[in-house]
């Protein structure tokens, strides 16, 4: 059975920093794997913020958080990050971890790390 554990989230000030992990189990990483952050505010649609392929490793990000979030992976240890810098209220959410496998209907998530942006 594939799971997906997200961890690393938290209770930070504006201007603050952490560091999401989500770690795969029941799985391999490899090029078909395709993984993205989603997140969703109190009373909101669940947003896509950022994406990584595993064919070539680009990387996507919505406009709220360019230059603020970072996506990276580690096929070694099964887990992608999501490093998030100059971290304001509006990101306040629940932070989810999705996964799929490229040409498959095969589609995984995790359940979910809290994060809060202090005023």
């Known amino acids: 059975e594939v799971e997906l554990v997200e961890s690393g989230g938290g209770l930070v000030q504006t201007g603050g920093s952490l560091r999401l992990s989500c770690l795969a189990s029941g799985l391999t990483f490899d090029d078909e794997v395709n993984i993205a952050w989603f997140r969703q505010a109190p009373g909101r649609d669940r947003e896509a913020i950022s994406h990584?392929?595993?064919?070539?490793?680009?990387?996507w990000s919505v406009d709220s958080v360019k230059g603020r979030f970072t996506i990276s992976r580690d096929n070694a240890k099964n887990t992608v990050y999501l490093q998030m810098n100059s971290l304001k209220p509006e990101d306040t959410a629940v932070y989810y971890c999705?996964?799929?496998?490229?040409?498959?209907?095969?589609?995984?998530w995790g359940q979910g790390t809290q994060v809060t942006v202090s005023s």
């Open positions: 999705n996964l799929r496998v490229r040409t498959t209907t095969l589609e995984y």
């Open positions: 990584i392929s595993g064919r070539d490793g680009s990387t």
